[in-house]
């Protein structure tokens, strides 16, 4: 494994955790009562949350790990170059960002 797979390893690590406390923990203790929203559902209510609130980090970061989940990789980076531009110094945005510019490198090699 070269040094480059290893780094490639570790970020995707690192997104795989930042995904899971913000998107994963809202589905980790569902309603029981109440029907799992749709996939499209949820992203569609994180898209509308980005909207009414322009100005939150978190918004843009929950919809980049969303998009960046469901393969979306320009959607992905659109949201967090959203997020980045409203918090500069956001170290897990930052991470994210070059997380996803490791796996378009990766895809446009195979």
Known sequence: MTRNDMILL???SAVSLFSFVMVGSWWAFPDQSAPMPSVDA??????????LEPGKVENFARLGAAYKAMGRLREAVSAYVSASELAPGNAEVQRALISLKAMAEVKGRH
Do not use: D, V, W
């Not at 949820?42 to 909207?51: D, F, K, S, V």
């Open 42 to 51: 949820r992203l569609g209510a994180l898209e509308n949350q980005a909207r």
């Open 10 to 12: 570790l970020g995707l």
